[in-house]
């Protein structure tokens, strides 16, 4: 049973790019959480997608957006990229009715 | 608003010696309450979660945690400390699928 992957494991970007991040749920789940998670800090939570919508969003600019596609894949999108946005971020999976999210490895983003 | 607190950012035991890390919570319902641990360069893997079902919770690698409503805590424990346990562990709380996370506490064990 494979469990929630994360794709690219690594990125380099220069401020003012964007980028995509891809997530693949844990078999199973319908929802799925996106974190940043800055050095040193806890994850902070972006925003949650349920049946292709974004259901809860955390305090983050528009800058960030995301998509949910019909196989509960998801993207997250950070537009004009700032230093600031360098973190590991994270995705998580999980079925609406449930609390537990389970966590993929991560995309480290590095902002040059 | 729910929230976690985790007392101490860094904490360091001795091989053998019990293993203690700190959460306290607050929140305005009944909580989901979990914890994690985060080794180097990883994701965050669950070691236990808290759901109302039992109040003392035990979860893998040897790791339990007592819920105390009336001290709004929620510490994680491990009688004997391995070198293997040194990580980075976040406690959680969630309502309605909104997980909000304390800073950390980084383990160190000590040979």
């Known amino acids: 049973d494979a469990g929630v992957t994360q794709s690219p494991t690594h990125l380099i970007k220069t401020r003012g790019q964007q980028v995509t991040l891809r997530c693949s749920p844990k078999s199973g789940h319908d929802t799925v959480s996106w974190y940043q998670q800055a050095l040193g800090q806890g994850p902070q939570f972006i925003f949650q997608?349920?049946?292709?919508?974004?259901?809860q969003r955390g305090n983050f600019p528009d800058r960030f957006s995301g998509h949910q596609f019909p196989n509960y894949s998801s993207e997250l999108n950070v537009n004009a990229l700032l230093l600031g946005d360098s973190a590991l971020y994270l995705c998580a999976s999980s079925l609406v009715a449930e609390e537990t999210q389970y966590f993929g490895p991560g995309t480290r983003l590095l902002v040059l | 608003a729910q929230s976690v607190t985790q007392l101490g950012s860094h904490v360091s035991v001795s091989e053998g010696a019990l293993v203690l890390l700190r959460c306290n919570y607050s929140s305005s319902v009944p909580p989901y309450l979990f914890w994690y641990v985060q080794y180097p360069n990883q994701g965050l893997q669950l070691l236990l979660k808290?759901?109302?079902?039992?109040?003392l919770v035990k979860g893998i690698n040897g790791f339990e945690a007592e819920f105390k409503k009336s001290e709004t805590s929620f510490h994680l424990t491990k009688p004997s400390a391995h070198m293997s346990d040194a990580a980075e562990y976040f406690c959680?709380?969630?309502?309605?699928?909104?997980?909000?996370f304390g800073a950390g506490t980084r383990l160190t064990v000590k040979p």
């Open positions: 997608y349920y049946e292709e919508e974004e259901r």
């Open positions: 808290y759901t109302s079902a039992a109040t």
């Open positions: 959680a709380v969630s309502y309605f699928n909104d997980m909000r």
